[in-house]
């Protein structure tokens, strides 16, 4: 991101009125020494001043001050933005250029930098143990005896270092590892002090720490350890005490980089009902470094024991052990669907594209982007649409109410429900059932429908899981939804199967958490699959906060992400 031109002349600006400000100042100064001898002393005649002009010209001198102070508090205010945004001065997120669009989003990893649903880190490794162990059992049921005791090899080999009793191999791929604690000292009017310890030696080391009460860090290296950068974020102001000579720190606190400083966290699931930080704080530093976090270790406070990035730290191990099973648990997923990933890119289905002026086009996608020249506009800038592809009509919501839009002048009629329903609130989801001939809608925890040969809205669920997306697939006669959890985020963690009168058929758990969006998330049927779409408002103006339109592909019956990209247009 390069600094905006208009940054530049409003520092430019600032300056000017600054000097111009004192040198007032500085011009009255030498007015009212008219008269006056050398070096400003009196002569001997006595002048009088009248007292209210001795007052004009103190209230004007204080104008000035106060003119001065304001100036001065924009000046450091535009200095500390232009030092924020220096910060990504000419960054490309995984070569994404502010000048290229989304085309270079296409060569992206497939997964995202977490795949962890609802679990802590010793729950989530167990769970992936047992699944890779199970892919082991499948490929020898299927004759891959070769490939079975290559992930057997490789499941020891872990085991052995959650053990202490082994290391992984060196690698010069730089690894992020993120230290967090909620204090360093029970008396908050002061800055306590936290020592991170690294030994880790393996890989080079880009270090993050994070703080929410204020804390002065140590940064302590053991020999032959690579440390090549040191970020440090959290709520309130942090600093860097002592730190091997020569790596670079980057303060991107709260008082610092405001709504782009890192935040604070120390686990990946919350012990309590606050969402857990770690999914923010692993989006911003791949954002940042374009490196997935490695491990994330950290306690609520140290009690002035050292926090240790290493193999001596059983927790760490856990951590770096962890991120391992993810990606052999990806390649697992890749090698036990690579018939599917062949047939990706022939996929073709009609979606909707929202862009970042609230447009909305229809299309034909691919699970890798909408195809360009087959976008065209349809009606109204609503939070959902739905369409009843027998008479090519539109419906679309704003939230709390919803319209028809059909004719060739697509002209808007709202769905007004009866006085005998509930109020309309927190429309989240529609759909069309071509079998029953209606429009099905999701309110909060009810589920409404609206008869197209009866013209009547009807209740067919007072309670149930909130559902954010729907789709309808005719040819099994159920309705399909995504759930979202709070305590990630608001991120999708489960898929739910309805009947057609709304009722709860099952939910299954998603492999990994999905990012959702406000507005543009779509359920798609293709294939035997859902396509998920999320993410669609997002421009090149978020993209640092690790924002973008995306796709997953979920296998419905057991919850499992197969495949998921982000979407460029093509």
């Not at 960054?91 to 250029?97: D, E, K, N, R, W």
């Not at 967090?180 to 002061?190: C, F, L, T, V």
């Not at 692993?282 to 002035?304: R, S």
């Not at 997002?538 to 973008?548: I, K, P």
Request: net charge negative.
């Amino acid at each position: 991101m390069r600094i905006n031109w208009h940054v530049r002349i409003v520092l430019v600006l600032a300056s000017c009125f600054l000097f111009a400000a004192i040198s007032s100042a500085t011009s009255e100064d030498e007015t009212e020494n008219e008269g006056n001898g050398p070096r400003g002393q009196p002569v001997s005649e006595t002048v009088e001043i009248p007292v209210d002009s001795l007052r004009q010209r103190a209230h004007k001198v204080e104008e000035l001050e106060s003119r001065i102070n304001r100036l001065s508090t924009e000046v450091e205010n535009l200095r500390r933005e232009l030092a924020r945004l220096r910060q990504f001065d000419g960054l490309t997120i995984h070569g994404l250029a502010e000048s290229s669009g989304w085309g270079a989003l296409a060569d992206i990893s497939r997964f995202p930098p977490f795949l962890e649903p609802n679990l802590a880190p010793t729950q989530l490794v167990r769970r992936r143990f047992r699944e890779l162990e199970a892919e082991v059992k499948r490929l020898i049921r299927i004759g891959e005896a070769e490939l079975s005791a290559e992930l057997q090899q490789r499941l020891d080999h872990l085991q052995s270092v959650l053990r202490g009793e082994a290391i992984f191999d060196a690698t010069e791929q730089a690894e992020v590892h993120v230290v967090g604690i909620y204090e360093s000292s029970s008396n908050h009017r002061i800055a306590g002090s936290a020592t991170v310890q690294v030994t880790y030696t393996q890989a080079p080391v880009v270090l993050c720490v994070t703080a929410y009460e204020t804390t002065r860090w140590t940064i302590e290296c053991a020999p032959d350890v690579e440390l090549q950068q040191i970020l440090v974020g959290g709520y309130k102001g942090h600093s860097v005490a002592e730190s091997p000579p020569g790596v670079p720190v980057s303060i991107l606190t709260r008082p610092v980089a405001g709504h782009r400083a890192l935040p604070e966290e120390y686990e990946r699931v919350s012990s309590d009902s606050t969402p857990s930080a770690f999914p923010l704080l692993a989006e911003q530093l791949k954002a940042l470094t374009g490196l997935d976090v490695a491990t994330l270790t950290g306690c609520y406070n140290p009690d002035n024991k050292p926090l240790v990035v290493g193999a001596e730290n059983a927790l760490w191990r856990e951590e770096s052990v962890l991120q391992r099973l993810n990606l052999l648990y990806c390649e697992a997923l890749q090698s036990r669907f690579a018939e599917l990933y062949s047939q990706l890119q022939e996929w073709e289905f009609q979606a909707l594209w929202y862009a970042s002026d609230g447009s909305i086009a229809r299309g034909t996608f691919t699970p890798f982007g909408p195809l360009i020249s087959t976008l065209s506009p349809v009606p109204g800038r609503s939070n959902l649409l739905a369409i009843d592809p027998a008479a090519e009509t539109w419906y679309g919501c704003d939230g709390s109410s919803v319209a028809r839009f059909d004719g060739p002048s697509l002209t808007g009629s709202e769905l007004i429900p009866g006085d005998d329903l509930p109020e309309f609130r927190w429309l989240s989801a529609m759909a069309v059932d071509t079998t029953r001939n209606r429009l099905v809608v999701s309110s909060g925890d009810f589920v409404f429908a609206y008869s197209f040969d009866k013209q009547e809205w009807l209740v067919l669920r007072p309670s149930g899981p909130r559902v954010e997306s729907l789709v309808y697939v005719p040819e099994r006669d159920v309705l399909y939804g995504v759930c979202r959890s709070e305590r990630l985020h608001g991120r999708f963690d489960r898929i739910v199967r309805l009947t057609p009168s709304a009722a709860t058929v099952d939910e299954v758990q998603l492999s990994m958490p999905l990012a959702r969006a406000e507005r543009g998330t779509q359920l798609v049927w293709v294939d035997g699959y859902l396509a998920l779409l999320t993410g669609m408002q997002s421009t090149a103006s978020n993209q640092v906060q690790g924002e973008y339109p995306t796709c997953a592909i979920i296998e419905p019956q057991t919850g499992e992400v197969v495949h998921y990209s982000y979407l460029v247009p093509r």
